[in-house]
């Protein structure tokens, strides 16, 4: 069984504290800062590791 990277998991972890976050308090009350910080991830990775992020830092 191959090992899952913890980048992998990190991510299927906000998906899902987001999609509970928007089911719970709806769209205009769910918040960035509170479904990072339900995950434990700080801001700045979150914004360095985004895929448009990244995208952009290869032009």
């Known amino acids: 069984m191959a ?3 913890p980048r992998e998991l990190t991510r299927a972890k906000l998906l ?3 999609v ?6 709806g ?3 769910s918040g960035l800062q509170d479904i990072l910080a339900s995950v ?3 801001k700045a990775r979150f914004t ?5 992020r990244r ?3 290869r032009r």
């Open 40 to 42: 434990q991830v700080p």
């Open 3 to 5: 090992k899952t990277p």
């Open 16 to 18: 899902d504290q987001g």
């Open 20 to 25: 509970a976050f928007l089911t719970e308090y």
């Open 48 to 52: 360095i590791t985004s895929p448009a």
């Open 27 to 29: 769209y205009h009350g």
């Open 55 to 57: 995208s952009s830092a």
